[in-house]
C-alpha cells in the first residue's frame, strides 16, 4: 500500500513543481515510509510513497512499460496479478519486476480502460501517457483506497488524501458546509463530494481521464453495486449456494494472503472476523498472527469472544485495551488522518490498533469489514423489516418487543425507550412506497443535530436537502427493488465506501501504514451473494443466517450464534465524565465563533447539559452531536484555521525520472533508455 499524489498542466505546458510534488509524497510518507519516486515532464508529475509488500526489490515508482511511453504510480495490491502476468507474458509483453504494479501498466497497454474488469484488487491508479499527453485515473470496485482531486488555474491535482493537495498554496481551503449538512446527517459526504469545496474524490468504480488541451474528462463508472431481480437470480439449492460461497470465500483469501512479508489478522470475536481467521489457519498458516482490541468500558467490550476463538485455533493473539483517556487524547490525531468530521469515536480504536500491528512488525492483516452490507448483518436491515411489516399491521404489538432487543445497550433504564421505538419504527401504509424507508427515519433523527449550525449557515443551507441529492443518485427502478436490496445499496454506495472503508479502514490503518485486506469485498463474492434470495442471507430477524449456516461446526456455537454487537467506542464517559478533563480542554467557545459554523449558544448549553448527565441520562442523539461538534472544529482548526503547510520538509527521492524536453509521438516509441533527454537520478 502506497500513497501517490501528481500534477498535470491541461491547458498550456509548463513544467510541474519538484519542489511541491517532493512535499506532497513527504506528507504522505505514513502510508508509504519504505521508498519514494518522482516522474516530471513537460505537462505532468507523479509522485509516490512506497509501502513495500510485492515485488520488494525492483518495485520502486514510478514504472514504465517496455518501451517507456507510459508511467503509472500506484496505490493498492492486485490479488490476481499473477495469473494476469502470465496471459501478458504469453501475449508479449516483458517485465522488469516481479510487482502488481507492472502488471497493470501491460495490462493497460494491453486493452485499455477495459483493464480494469480483469483486475481484482484495491487500488487508486494513476497512468500517465507521454505519447497522447493523456492521465489515466482510477479508483476499484467498492472504494477501498482513496483518491482525490482537484482543479485549478490549467491545473489538475490528485493525491491519495487532501492534506498533499492543500500544500499548494494556490488551492484555497474552505469547508462546503452543503457537504457538512451531509455528515450531520447521513456521517458521511455523499457521492464524490469531500467536506472541502473544490476538491472530489474519485467515486469508487469509476475512471476519469484527463487530456492536454481539453477540460477534465467527467469520471466514468466501470463497476456498480450488482443487483439481479428475481428471474435473474440463482437457481441452484441453499446447500449449493453455501458451497459456492465456501469456495468463492476461500479463494478471496487465498488471493489475499499473497505478499512477500508475512500477514496477520484482525481477530474482533465476531462471526466475519472469526470466519477469516478459521479459513487462515485450517487451509493456510497454522501460526497465523491476530490481532484485537478492547475496551476499560465492559458495555463496548468483546475480549472474551476473541480469546476463546484465538484458544479455539491456537492463534499468535495480540490485544489492546483502549480506555476512555486513550479516545480522548488520540482523537485530534485521528481528524489529521480521516481529513472529515465524525459522529462517533469508533475511528480511534482502530488508529491505535493499527499501531499494535505495526509494533509487531506487520504491514498487512486481513479484516472481515464487508460481511455486514454483503450478507445483511447491520440491525438496520432488521428495522427496514419491521418498518415494512408495520406499514402493513400498524397495530402490532408483537414488533416493539422485537425491536427494543436490537439495542438494549441504547434502552436499559430508559422510561421513554419505548415511546421512542414506536415513533422510530411506526410508518404508515403509504410510507413504504418510500424507496429511502429504511434509511429515512435514521438520517432525519441525525439530521435534526443541524440545529446546531449558526442561523447564517442554516439560511445558506435553505433548500438544501442531503436527502434530495440520494434520490439523484438512485439506479433506475430502485424502487421496485426488495426492501433488503434497497437498504443494501444505500448501505454500501453511503456508508461503506465513505465512512466504514474510510475513517474505520483505509485512514486509520495507513497512519501506521498498514495495508487492510477484505476477503468478503472481492467482487465475484459480491456479485454472487446478490444473486441470493433476500430471505436466504437474512431469515426473520436473524442476520446473515446463509453465512452463519455455512461455517457452522467450523467456529464454536457461542461465537457463530450470538447476536450481532454492533461495534461501537464511548463517547459520554470520553468526553464528560472524567474529574480532571473534558470536552472543554478540546475546544473553546472562542473557538466556536471563530470557526462561525455553530450557535456558540447552543454549543454551550448542550456541553452544560452533557456535563450533568450520567449513565443512560446521556441521549444518543446528543454524543453525536457532541462528537460532530467537536470533530468538525478540529477540521477547521486544522485544516482551514492553521495549516502547516510550510512545515513540511521534502525528503530526497529515491527514484527520480526527467524528460527535460518534450517528445514526439514518433520518439515516443524507442525505448528511452537510448535517449538522451531522459535524465536518472537514484539515491
Not at 512479508?261 to 491476530?290: H, M, Q
Request: proline share 5%; hydrophobic share 35%; aromatic share 10%.
Amino acid at each position: 500500500m502506497c500513497g501517490i499524489a501528481g500534477i498535470m498542466n491541461f491547458s498550456a505546458p509548463g513544467l510541474p513543481s519538484e519542489d511541491l510534488l517532493c512535499r506532497m509524497v513527504s506528507i504522505l510518507r505514513h502510508r508509504g515510509p519504505d521508498e519514494t519516486g518522482l516522474y516530471i515532464d513537460q505537462n505532468v508529475g507523479l509522485g509516490h510513497s512506497r509501502l513495500s509488500i510485492i515485488g520488494l526489490d525492483g518495485g520502486t515508482q514510478p514504472i514504465a512499460n517496455e518501451d517507456e511511453t507510459l508511467w503509472i504510480v500506484f496505490n493498492g495490491e492486485i490479488f490476481n496479478y499473477i495469473e494476469l502476468r502470465e496471459e501478458l507474458v504469453k501475449n508479449g509483453h516483458r517485465f522488469r519486476s516481479d510487482t502488481d504494479t507492472e502488471v497493470i501498466l501491460h495490462l493497460y497497454e494491453e486493452l485499455g480502460v477495459d483493464c480494469l474488469q480483469k483486475l481484482n484488487g484495491q487500488f487508486a491508479i494513476a497512468i500517465w501517457n507521454s505519447a497522447e499527453k493523456e492521465l489515466f485515473l482510477a479508483r476499484d470496485r467498492v472504494g477501498i483506497r482513496p483518491l482525490f482531486t482537484t482543479v485549478l488555474n490549467g491545473r489538475f491535482l490528485f493525491a491519495s488524501e487532501i492534506k498533499a493537495l492543500f500544500l499548494d498554496p494556490s488551492i484555497p481551503r474552505s469547508l462546503d458546509m452543503a457537504s457538512l449538512q451531509q455528515v450531520f446527517t447521513c456521517w458521511a459526504p455523499i457521492g464524490n463530494r469531500t467536506i472541502f469545496q473544490g476538491v472530489h474524490q474519485l467515486s469508487p468504480g469509476h475512471y476519469q481521464i484527463v487530456k492536454y488541451g481539453e477540460k477534465p474528462g467527467k469520471p466514468m463508472p466501470y463497476w456498480s453495486i450488482p443487483y439481479y431481480p428475481d428471474a435473474c437470480q440463482w437457481q441452484g439449492s441453499q446447500e449449493e449456494a453455501i458451497e459456492e460461497i465456501r469456495a468463492l470465500l476461500q479463494d478471496s483469501v487465498r488471493l489475499r494472503l499473497r505478499a512477500d512479508v508475512p500477514v496477520g489478522a484482525y481477530l474482533s470475536g465476531g462471526l466475519d472476523s472469526s470466519i477469516l481467521t478459521s479459513i487462515i489457519s485450517r487451509n493456510f498458516n497454522n501460526r497465523l498472527k491476530t490481532f484485537s482490541l478492547g475496551f476499560e468500558e465492559e458495555g463496548f467490550d468483546e475480549a472474551s469472544y476473541q480469546k476463546e476463538m484465538a484458544n479455539y485455533l491456537g492463534t499468535d493473539h495480540h490485544q489492546i485495551t483502549i480506555s476512555n483517556q486513550d479516545v480522548r487524547e488520540q482523537f485530534a490525531d485521528v481528524l489529521w488522518h480521516c481529513e472529515k468530521p465524525l459522529l462517533r469515536t469508533g475511528p480511534v480504536p482502530l488508529f491505535m490498533l493499527s499501531g499494535l500491528v505495526r509494533d509487531h512488525q506487520f504491514k498487512v492483516v486481513l479484516t472481515g469489514e464487508g460481511a455486514d452490507e454483503v450478507f445483511g448483518g447491520y440491525n438496520i436491515f432488521k428495522e427496514a423489516k419491521v418498518r415494512s411489516f408495520w406499514g402493513r399491521r400498524p397495530d402490532s404489538q408483537m414488533r416493539p418487543a422485537l425491536v427494543e432487543r436490537l439495542y438494549p445497550y441504547l434502552f436499559q433504564n430508559a422510561p421513554q425507550a419505548k415511546a421512542f421505538l414506536k415513533q422510530f419504527f411506526s410508518v404508515s401504509e403509504s410510507d413504504l412506497l418510500d424507496p429511502l424507508l429504511s434509511h429515512r427515519k435514521r438520517w432525519e433523527t441525525a439530521g435534526k443535530n443541524t440545529t446546531f449550525f449558526k442561523h447564517s449557515v442554516i439560511d445558506e443551507l435553505s433548500g438544501v436537502d442531503p436527502i434530495d441529492e440520494i434520490y439523484e443518485r438512485l439506479p433506475e427502478g430502485f424502487a421496485d427493488r426488495d426492501i433488503f436490496s434497497r437498504t443494501q445499496w444505500l448501505e454500501m454506495d453511503i456508508f461503506m465506501s465513505n465512512y466504514l472503508l474510510s475513517s474505520q479502514g483505509d485512514r486509520v490503518a495507513m497512519s501506521h501504514s498498514v495495508e487492510l485486506r477484505l476477503p468478503f469485498l472481492d467482487h465475484r463474492l459480491i456479485d454472487f451473494a446478490a444473486r441470493l434470495p433476500a430471505r436466504w442471507k437474512m431469515q426473520g430477524l436473524k442476520e446473515k443466517h446463509l453465512l452463519k449456516k455455512a461455517y457452522q461446526g467450523q467456529i464454536p456455537d457461542s461465537i457463530c450464534n450470538r447476536p450481532k454487537q454492533p461495534y461501537r467506542a464511548p463517547i459520554g464517559p470520553v468526553f464528560f465524565n472524567s474529574a480532571d478533563h473534558d470536552v472543554r480542554d478540546l475546544i473553546c467557545m472562542d473557538q466556536v465563533k471563530r470557526a462561525g459554523i455553530f450557535n456558540e449558544k447552543k454549543v454551550q448549553n448542550l456541553f452544560e447539559k452533557q456535563l450533568r448527565a450520567t449513565g443512560s441520562q446521556t441521549s444518543e442523539s446528543h454524543n453525536m452531536a457532541v462528537v460532530g461538534i467537536l470533530s468538525t472544529q478540529l477540521i477547521y482548526e486544522n485544516f482551514i484555521e492553521r495549516f502547516h503547510g510550510n512545515s513540511v520538509v521534502p525528503v530526497k527521492p529515491d527514484k527520480i525520472v526527467r524528460r527535460i524536453q518534450p517528445c514526439t509521438r514518433h520518439e515516443a516509441r524507442r525505448p528511452l533508455t537510448s535517449n538522451t533527454d531522459l535524465q536518472w537520478e537514484k539515491a
